[in-house]
């Protein structure tokens, strides 16, 4: 299956860590974007994307109102999303999910927890590769 990513994270060294891990596990097509309103563009531009990895605090728009907003979305809304966050309150798992995150992960996380959470939403979810 071909996977590409979008990550999306207001930290460059978060990103990095996000793309080191993915390279690690073999997936190497991603696209960056910094906030949810440049993910939403880099989605536009971007029609073979079917996995977002977003972060949940980030100036402009967070990762919960860019999962609302994938989630409304007739085109986007097939797209797998996994959350990675310092934000580990149970009722902040519950919003997520009920943002509509496929899965979650905190931070600090090592590329096998992110290789793990991959699996899991690719084995419950037919993602389009």
């Given amino acids: 299956m071909n996977l590409k990513f979008l990550i999306v994270d207001d930290s460059v060294t978060m990103r990095r860590i996000v793309i080191n891990s993915l390279a690690s596990l073999n997936f190497k097509d991603y696209v960056e974007a910094s906030d ?4 939403l563009v880099k989605l536009e531009e971007n029609p073979d994307i079917n996995f977002v990895i977003t ?3 980030m100036p402009n728009m967070t990762g919960i109102d860019l999962v609302k907003a994938i989630r409304t979305s007739e085109k986007f809304n097939h ?3 996994l959350m990675v966050t310092t934000r580990g309150l ?13 899965n979650y992960i905190l931070k600090p996380f090592t590329p096998a927890t992110l290789k793990e959470k991959i699996e899991q939403i690719l084995s ?3 993602v389009e590769g």
Avoid: H, P, R
């Fill in 124 to 126: 419950s979810k037919n």
């Fill in 79 to 81: 797209l797998a999303v």
């Fill in 55 to 57: 972060d949940w605090n």
């Fill in 36 to 39: 949810g309103n440049e993910a």
């Fill in 90 to 102: 149970k009722e902040d798992i519950i919003e997520a999910l009920k943002a509509g995150v496929n």
